[in-house]
């Protein structure tokens, strides 16, 4: 019973250079969601999906995007890398009901 | 525009005292309201959810309440123990589910 994996957990990037931050989740979830946290501050709202080939942007989408091809996987992507874009991602998903949401261990992003 | 506000930032009691833990909102409209626990570098676990039709709710030593005509809800944590020491968050939530965070209140339970 995995959760919600993201990987990596770590990662290193240079202004201009882009990664995909990878999220599954093994609960047959529909709802997945993307948020950052910045230090000291609640989490925002990147992306989300409500389904497979469903997405729609959050509070703070811009130098993002997202896919979601597969109820088990829904990637951030981040082109043109920023030191803005320096945070802590977390992805997470949850069933109909509102609650039960699961949260993945986050991956910590540095951009320098 | 709509805020979730977390006082007091940070918070350090001594084993044993009762955890008083607030949490206000601009908008009382929320569909529910859900507190949550973060441990250093982890991620986060859900701990109670109110829906807007309740007053409060309650699981073992942890019971929140919500006000939405004062717009605020509050987390109390009994009789506090060294490992109820995390960060703990609130989030209001919209009827798709999306959550609005607080900043959150750092909790240091000392021995």
């Known amino acids: 019973n995995a959760g919600v994996t993201q990987t990596p957990k770590f990662r290193i990037l240079k202004i201009g250079q882009s990664m995909t931050l990878q999220c599954t989740q093994d609960?047959?979830?529909?709802?997945m969601y993307w948020y950052r946290q910045d230090p000291g501050m609640g989490l925002k709202l990147i992306y989300y999906?409500?389904?497979?080939?469903?997405?729609d942007k959050g509070e703070v989408p811009n130098g993002y995007n997202v896919s979601r091809s597969t109820t088990e996987d829904f990637p951030l992507r981040l082109e043109l890398a920023a030191p803005s874009q320096t945070s802590v991602y977390f992805c997470?998903?949850?069933?109909?009901?509102?609650?039960?949401?699961?949260f993945g261990s986050g991956t910590r992003l540095t951009v320098v | 525009k709509q805020e979730v506000t977390q006082i007091p930032a940070a918070l350090s009691v001594p084993e044993g005292e009762n955890l008083v833990l607030n949490c206000s909102f601009t908008?009382?409209?929320?569909?529910?309201l859900q507190w949550f626990r973060q441990d250093p570098g982890k991620g986060l676990t859900s701990l109670l959810l109110?829906?807007?039709?309740?007053r409060e709710q309650t699981s073992g030593r942890l019971n929140a309440s919500l006000d939405k005509s004062s717009g605020r809800s509050t987390l109390y944590i009994a009789a506090s123990q060294p490992g109820d020491s995390a960060t703990y968050l609130c989030?209001?939530?919209?009827?798709?589910?999306?959550?609005?965070f607080g900043a959150g209140t750092q909790v240091v339970v000392t021995p």
């Open positions: 997470a998903s949850r069933p109909e009901t509102i609650y039960g949401y699961t």
């Open positions: 609960m047959n979830h529909n709802y």
């Open positions: 999906s409500v389904g497979a080939g469903i997405t």
């Open positions: 908008d009382s409209a929320i569909y529910n």
């Open positions: 109110i829906q807007s039709s309740q």
């Open positions: 989030a209001r939530t919209d009827s798709w589910g999306k959550l609005q």
